[in-house]
């Protein structure tokens, strides 16, 4: 971004920017700081929110969970990422004791196709009952680019009529430093006949080679998306995925239909059964109502809502509580109503849940906006919030907003009001990268609360195209009231090459409690991290990884309950493959336990392993071999733990998901478990569609419990209003060659995005659409290729709104064609025909010769050709050889045009203009003669007057 001198303001924004991140960064980086954060419940990563990882690659991160609470929770896991990453270990439910705390190991796979560039992922975990005891970590996760082969796309057809083949073209590109062999494979998603060529490329470093892909599509086809994936794969390891492209192309089913004159939103009544087989267990019923969808034709303005009732508690896993929200969106305007998630901002309210209403609005759709929203918690009624904001876009690069938090709750049966002021800025630049900073005021009428303030910094950059840099920063003070109190975190990291195969990364992290002389609590811990890794990328898609984490926790508080220190090290090898992919982990961890003076060392082992046969089934395996000698090692299990999972795409309407793990099987002081969970979705021919869960647990200190829910959905479209100012085509399509005009069945028309297809009386309606002038265009493939609309073809017509409708008749008859050529007609002077300029020199000539005489011709090149009937004209010059051909022309009078001012000088064109009356199906050969102007001059003695004939028109 370029400050211009013109803007003071902005100017002086960006040096409270850096000036903020340079002192209060490091400045206060080893300033007293604090660990509370969350609703009750408070989740955390013990590394830093960033990391990097190349595609094809096993990812493990493991997240603290700590129950603030005093009553016993049963905490239920949740996890979004990218749609396409696939989770190894499954996510469950856990119990957590008031005050207790435990280590969930989160594993994904990051797919060979991921794009580069920053991915994010957020675990939260929620408990059962209470939604608002809740919390989270969002971890950004930086797929770096791998540079040996890539596969673009070149040209596609953006969408094709079912029936009609297509071609695809790609390019496969060797950017390596090596030559090498690829071999490729082309599968169509929907399972469409296809082939391609070549199928085996060999390319030296930097070379390039184009592979066509054509496709057949069956008439019988419906509108759908089919996507084509492209895989490149070395011919040295056929196992091992260099690369892969996924190309969507749209295709139009032959399918006659009516379009809806209606906006409608589409939403999902789903009536549930489930519960439990405990002691205490229940089944309960309940029924859900969900939509989202847009109300206009612009699809600006959007409802979103959900009502389901009545309450479940008890009825097991998969049972919900009673909610009830509907949202309003459009530019300038949005409307929140119920039971849902009202967040501020981070410093002020976050994953806050409750039951309220709020309202966002930006005065002409533009860069400023203000906001506000009340919500109350179901559970705790007397806990309430009342949060206001208001931003305004600076420039394309940075942002600002204030926020004002109003809390209010019930702590030891006094009523306290907490205000909480904050400022942020998000500052993005495509050279510098992305910082974010906000600013947090708090008061309170807390017993002895004074006012205190919080400060959050957050740097994301990328220099050099391969170096990460990223830098947090969160402090808050013991009477801070906002998400943080009593809080503090820095975290570090850069990661870049050693090499074009070894990569280092670095990583800092610090968070401690905040002594608070006042605080109950008798344990105030103090937590720092360092950590150091190497990666090295072999070629045959094997990779290596060395690491290293020195880990030290001290309880602050007198006298101790921790001190203690962990060093840990690693070492992952494992390899990414299109079907296979395998990752095995050796990790040593040692604690030395400083106030009792012990050392404890233990070893972990794990492996996970993901297989994809095809692209309908993919399949995982994880375990985690414990030591039980060991306790309270950070990174160490001290159970084993062993499963598997599948995805499985039966059919197109049928899918799979199975899981099972055991746990603590080879413990001498745990009990073992087992967990399954089998889900099951099938999506009926009319739309409805039945799921099935079903969820087992046995535990050898409890009873065995099986949990289930069964579903089924109705899909229901809402209509909302008629759509305005629109109109329709009705019209009939026949055979103008048959006696009576017969109307002709099964032909596709198009306009507007809508197809439909004549009946068999050749009659067909298009509706609704936008008014104005619009191109209609019937399927040759549909006609025949040898036959034609007797009209100008593709038509543009007026489309009339307010329920209006455009009527058409079109008929259909055998083409015509005319073909033709134009020569140059030059007198014999040596035997040969003139070519080039010899030939122009021999045309500009004048003489007393008739026509007849000029029996030698040559073929004239890029000589502009008409051929018109009425507002209808057709142009093209002439080829090399002095040829035209029009085809597909329609039964008509029409006119040939040979325009003059394209020929050579001092020529004409004999006969010009030249009247067709084109029959159905005739053909027509014509040939075009070029000749020189002839003029007559008569010379004269000295002194004789001068005269042309064709001055005078006298001898």
């Given amino acids: 971004m370029s400050w211009k001198s013109g803007n003071p303001f902005a100017k002086r924004i ?58 016993s929770l049963e905490l239920v896991e949740k996890l979004e990422m990218p749609a396409e990453w696939q989770k190894i270990i499954p996510l469950s439910s856990f119990r957590l004791p008031p005050g207790g705390e435990t280590t969930r190991i989160l594993a994904f796979h990051v797919p060979p196709s991921t794009p580069a560039g920053e991915h994010e992922i957020t675990y939260m975990v929620r408990d059962r009952d209470r939604y608002a005891i809740q919390d989270g970590e969002t971890i950004k996760i930086k797929v770096l680019p791998v540079e040996d082969v890539s596969v673009f796309l070149e040209d596609k057809p953006f969408q094709v009529i079912a029936g009609n083949p297509y071609e695809v073209r790609v390019r496969l590109i060797n950017g390596g430093n090596s030559d090498e062999t690829f071999q490729i494979k082309v599968q169509s998603v929907k399972d469409l006949p296809l082939d391609y060529s070549p199928s085996e490329i060999s390319l030296k470093s930097g070379e390039s080679e184009r592979i066509t892909i054509n496709v057949d599509t069956p008439v019988d086809m419906e509108t759908t998306r089919d996507y084509l994936k492209v895989e490149v794969y070395s011919r040295k390891d056929p196992h091992k995925r260099m690369d892969q492209l996924s190309i969507g192309v749209d295709i139009i089913g032959q399918i006659a239909s009516r379009s809806e004159p209606y906006h409608f939103i589409p939403t999902t009544l789903s ?39 009545p309450d479940t508690d008890g009825g097991g896993f998969f049972s919900e509580r009673d909610e009830y929200y509907l949202n309003y969106y459009q530019p300038d305007l949005d409307i929140f109503l119920g039971d849902q998630g009202y967040d501020l901002s981070g410093l002020t309210a976050n994953y806050t849940y409750g039951r309220g209403y709020g309202i966002n609005y930006r005065p002409g759709a533009g860069d400023f906006e203000i906001g506000a929203y009340y919500v109350e918690d179901r559970d705790e009624p007397a806990e309430k919030e009342k949060g206001f904001h208001t931003s305004y876009r600076v420039n394309e690069d940075l942002d600002l907003r204030l926020n004002y938090l109003d809390k209010r709750e019930l702590e030891n049966s006094r009523h306290v009001k907490d205000e909480i002021w904050s400022l942020e800025a998000d500052y993005f630049h495509a050279r510098y990268g992305q910082l974010l900073v906000e600013y947090g005021i708090s008061d309170s009428t807390r017993p002895d609360s004074e006012e205190d303030s919080a400060y959050l910094i957050e740097y994301n950059s990328t220099i050099f195209d391969n170096v990460s840099l990223y830098a947090n920063r969160i402090h808050a003070g013991i009477d801070y009231e906002g998400y943080y109190n009593g809080y503090d975190y820095t975290s570090a990291y850069v990661g870049f090459p050693l090499s074009s195969r070894l990569r280092m990364s670095l990583s800092y992290v610090d968070y401690q409690d905040l002594v608070d002389p006042d605080e109950t609590r008798t344990r105030f811990n103090s937590d720092r991290t360092l950590e150091a890794a190497l990666d090295y990328t072999f070629d045959n898609g094997w990779y290596a990884n060395l690491g290293y984490e020195n880990f030290k926790r001290v309880d602050q508080l007198e006298p101790r309950d921790d001190d203690y220190t962990v060093n840990s090290v690693w070492l992952r090898i494992g390899r990414s493959m299109a079907i296979w992919s395998y990752m095995v982990e050796i990790r040593r961890g040692e604690k030395k336990d400083h106030l009792a003076d012990e050392s404890t060392t233990g070893w972990n082992y794990r492996v996970f392993v993901t297989h994809r046969p095809s692209a309908s089934l993919l399949l995982s395996l994880f375990a985690d071999f414990g030591d039980d000698s060991i306790e309270d090692v950070r990174g160490l299990r001290t159970t084993s733990r062993l499963g598997f999972s599948a995805y499985w795409q039966i059919r197109e309407n049928w899918l799979i998901n199975f899981w099972y793990s055991k746990s603590r099987f080879d413990s001498d002081r745990y009990d073992e478990e087992d ?80 197809t439909t297809l004549t009946d068999s009386d050749g009659a067909f309606i298009l509706s609704p659409l936008l008014p104005g002038e619009h191109v209609l265009e019937i399927d040759r493939h549909s006609i025949g290729w040898n036959r034609v609309p007797v009209m100008q073809y593709p038509g543009v017509y007026e489309i009339k709104g307010m329920g209006e409708t455009t009527h058409m008749e079109i008929g259909i008859a055998d083409k015509c064609t005319l073909h033709g050529k134009v020569v140059a007609v030059a007198k014999q002077r040596t035997g040969i025909v003139p070519t080039g ?34 507002n209808h004209a057709m142009r093209k010059f002439t080829d090399d050889d002095g040829e035209f051909r029009f085809e597909n022309l329609y039964p008509a009078d029409w006119v040939l045009t040979v325009y003059e001012n394209s020929l050579p000088p001092q020529t004409y064109v004999e006969n010009a203009q030249e009247f067709l009356v084109l029959e159905p199906g005739q053909e027509i050969t014509l040939t075009k003669k070029v000749l020189p102007k002839v003029r007559s001059i008569k010379m004269l003695v000295k002194e004789e007057k001068i005269t042309s004939k064709k001055a005078s028109g006298k001898d």
Wanted: glycine content about 10%; charged content about 25%.
């Fill in 271 to 309: 009536i549930f059964t489930g519960g439990d087989s405990g002691d205490d267990g229940d089944v309960d019923f309940y029924l859900q109502w969900r939509g989202y969808g847009s109300i206009d034709e612009e699809g600006t303005r959007l409802v979103d809502f959900l009502f389901r009732f």
């Fill in 675 to 754: 967990e399954y969970e089998i889900q099951s979705f099938y999506t009926f021919d009319n739309g409805h569609s039945l799921e099935l869960a079903l969820r087992h647990e046995i535990r050898e200190d409890d009873e065995d419990e099986t949990e289930f829910r069964l579903t089924y959905n109705i899909p229901i479209k809402i209509k909302t209003e008629k759509k305005k100012d629109l109109g329709s085509i009705e019209g009939r399509i026949y055979d103008a060659q048959i006696e009576g005009n017969p109307g002709i069945e099964n032909i596709i028309v198009k306009c507007q995005g809508r």
């Fill in 837 to 870: 300029s010899e030939q122009e020199e021999a045309l500009s000539l004048v003489g007393s010769g008739k026509a007849e005489e000029f029996s030698y011709s040559g073929a004239l090149p890029n000589i502009l050709v008409e051929v018109r009937t009425g």
């Fill in 14 to 71: 960006h040096n409270i920017l850096i000036f903020l991140l340079l002192t209060s960064f490091f400045v206060n980086m080893l300033s007293p700081s604090a660990y509370t954060k969350g609703n009750g419940v408070q989740v955390l990563t013990g590394g830093p929110r960033f990391m990097e990882t190349l595609p094809g690659r096993t990812v493990t991160i493991a997240f603290l969970v700590s129950n603030e609470t005093r009553d």
